[in-house]
Each structure stands twice: as C-alpha cells, then as structure tokens.
T-cell receptor
C-alpha cells in the first residue's frame, strides 16, 4: 500500500495567478498520475508524471498550462498556471505500485477555487 | 471521451436494502475496478476484477463482469448509512498504463 500526502488541501486563488500542488508518497512507486475532477463530474486524467523526464499529457491538457515535475520516485508537483475560474476543480494525485494498471491509491485532493 | 458510462447517476435506498450500480465501457480492457469517493475527496479502491473473471466478492460487495456486453455491475448488500458516497468504475485499458473513470453513481442510504 501507499500513503499519499497532498497539499495544499484547499486554496482560493485570484485569476491570473499560479498554484503548485505537491504530492509526497511514503514509498517508491512506479506510476504517478494527476487527475482533475470538476464540480459534480468524474475524474479526468491530466497527465502521467514521469520520473526525470517530461510528463505524458492527455488530450486537452498542455505543459504550459499544467507543468508537472517528478524529480524522484516519491514526489511530484502539479502547477496550475495563469488560472481562470474554469480551473476551479479538485486536483488529485494518485499512484500505482506495479505498473500494470492495478489498484490506484489517491491523495486526499486539493480543492481549488479561482475567483 | 470518458470510457465508462454508469447508471443510475443517482440512487437513493433505505438502509438494509441492496444497491446495484452498472458500468459500461467501450474498448478492450485488462481489468475493471470500482472506487468509492466520500464528500469529493480522495478515492478509495474497493475491488478489481480481471478481464478473464466473471464474478468477484469482497465482504458485502459483489462485482460481475460481462466482457461480451462490455459491462459490469457492483452490488452492495445490506446497505448501511456509511455506504453513502459516490461510486466510480474505472477501466484498465489494454496497451495503456492508465485508468479511465466512469461518470459515477451517487448513492444515498437513508436511515
């Protein structure tokens, strides 16, 4: 299993600013993912965070808007850049231990509100 | 687009009754998983069923998978107020190292 610490847990930000969300795992993991959950909606995968290289982004998400770092096997950050009210969502870090599309462990999420 | 379609979108039942949620998907999968989310926070993994399995049990949970119909169901027996949450199916897509989540079912258990 894995214990994930995600912070901040919530933030209220002004339009045009950026927020960096941190995800720390208590053990080395194969895969780390960032998801977005818009109000009342399901989870949408933003990107797979790759250790030591550029993240792999899903369709509709770009590096300039959502830069991601993963300097080692236990830590990743997601930045939401130049925010607008449409970015108001829950952002979730998740990890998978085996690299075989098995069970995901989730952080508690970051509730972001953009004014 | 989302892989999974879930129904119903919302379900409200009395405590002690059984709750059934359904999930349909579109492409070939390695496995199908169910997760629970309380109050819009982190998701908790409930159960995983592989593509070569047809039924799986875990406590009060029973999951079925019909790959010919590309559908799955989650049954929660003898429901409790603490089961109130949103439930999501997620599919492990063949050839891709990621899960794709369905739209979710909001389950409310009334005391």
């Amino acid at each position: 299993s894995a214990v994930i610490s995600q912070k901040p847990s919530r933030d209220i930000c002004q339009r045009g600013t950026s927020l960096t969300i941190q995800c720390q795992v208590d053990s080395q993991v194969t895969m780390m993912f960032w998801y977005r959950q818009q109000p009342g909606q399901s989870l949408t995968l933003i990107a797979t965070a790759n250790q030591g290289s550029e993240a792999t982004y899903e369709s509709g998400f770009v590096i300039d808007k959502f830069p991601i770092s993963r300097p080692n096997l236990t830590f990743s950050t997601l930045t939401v850049s130049n925010m607008s009210p449409e970015d108001s969502s829950i952002y979730l870090c998740s990890v998978e231990m085996s690299g075989t599309n098995e069970k995901l462990f989730f952080g508690s999420g970051t509730q972001l509100s953009v004014l | 687009s989302q892989q999974g379609e879930e129904d119903p979108q919302a379900l409200s039942i009395q405590e002690g009754e059984n709750a059934t949620m359904n999930c349909s998907y579109k492409t070939s999968i390695n496995n199908l998983q169910w997760y629970r989310q309380n109050s819009g926070r982190g998701l908790v993994h409930l159960i995983l069923i592989r593509s070569n399995e047809r039924e799986k049990h875990s406590g009060r949970l029973r999951v079925t998978l019909d790959t010919s119909k590309k559908s799955s169901s989650l049954l929660i027996t003898a429901s409790r107020a603490a089961d109130t949450a949103s439930y999501f199916c997620a599919t492990g897509i063949q050839g891709a190292q990621k899960l794709v989540f369905g739209q979710g079912t909001r389950l409310t258990i009334n005391p």
